[in-house]
């Protein structure tokens, strides 16, 4: 350095915490764009004509599948590029994805560029991934349960921005304006992670060219072991996403059923009910990510702490609570407090899932590590809207909410088995790194023998 002020510049250290309360605001804003407009979709293709109004549950199922699948894909790359290249460079990715996606959508009105753009937004953004990435490896490991609690909340409570206020612009304005409201967000969020955003990122180093074959080789081995080891969160992560979007294909004309039953739908117009449920749909919705939103806190003060080891699987029994209160009970406010319930206790689940897999896995490659962890969530996400859409044709919308309480209920057995094989993730030591130790070693050794992280 040419220079002794660059220099101490570069040296200086990040301080967590106010990168956490960066990339909380960005993830605050990406979400409410998120929420402003597609939970509308359905209604937003049946009054507008774009399908016939029979076929809009379908292509509203199709429509919410189609980004999961292009994410699935692309999540992995994203993650490996990630831990190579940097992750705040990742984060930003995501965020100008999603505006261009979401402000185009609001300029078509067929279903086929609706669709094509929906793939785009999933093979392009992905904010949330790429925000617990960075949270991940810019946070000291006994704050990671807080840190990523509060990011989830972050997550949470943009959703409970953007459905509400999206619901009132839908009402007032239309959907198309929140669709373009949506993409200015989003860039508005790029803005934020540019230039509020810091990142402590030291690139993979590269093995000497006459060892690289075989320590490549091992360091592969090594890669594969520990995938195979986080195995089982994945699997479980990926069954939570699917029965957190189970319900979104019918979920607004379920709302639209129950309002036009009651005695103020009777003296208005299908314009003026439709309107009315837009604004309807927020509201209720609200609920659910406050619940979402008080989850994801609860579950990080609870991984920083020593719990009784039965205390997922006791989350997971309950979660079944709010899916059989509607069942049993449908209702406007049913709907509104049992998605709020059942949202509350899936994600403080999927909130513990993420700390338990980023714990589990070395800091250098816990860019990947999430990556995989989207790509299992894809999947649920593919084949949840799908399910959705089929009970709520076929079996009713009511019964489907039985259906949601039964796969929450499932969970418990999956917890249960989860704090029996990782008891240690769930309570680290202070001054502990993550352990590895009941589930294979993540180094690689030298020819003289010492282990060398991988």
Known sequence: MPRGKPAAAAAKPVDWKTNLAAIWLSQFLSLTAFSFALPFFPLYIKEKGIVPAGDAQFWSAVFFASAPISLMIMSPIWGVLGDKYGRKMMLVRANLGGGFALYLMGLVDNIEALLVLRLFQGAFTGTTPAAQTLVATNTPDRNQGFAMGLLMAGVSAGNSAG???????????????????????????????????????VPPIRLPGALSKSARIRRRRESVNNFLAGLPVLLIIGFGAYVQTFDPPFLSLFIDSLFRQGAEARAMTDAAITSEVYGITGKLSLLSTVGAMIGSILAGVVMDRRMPIWTWGAVAALSGAGGLWIFASPSLLSVALGRGLYQLFLSSLASSLIVILSRLTPSPKRGAALGWSVTVRSVGWIFAPVSGAICGQYLGWRESYGIIALLCLLQTPMFLYLTRRYASVFHPEEDDPPSLDSIGESCINSPSGHGKPV
Do not use: D, H, N, W
């Open 163 to 201: 459905l509400y206020f999206g619901g009132i612009c839908a009402q007032y304005y239309g959907p198309v304006f929140s669709f373009k409201i949506s993409g200015v967000l989003l860039f508005l969020s790029t803005f934020l992670v540019v230039f509020a955003v810091r990142e402590k990122f």
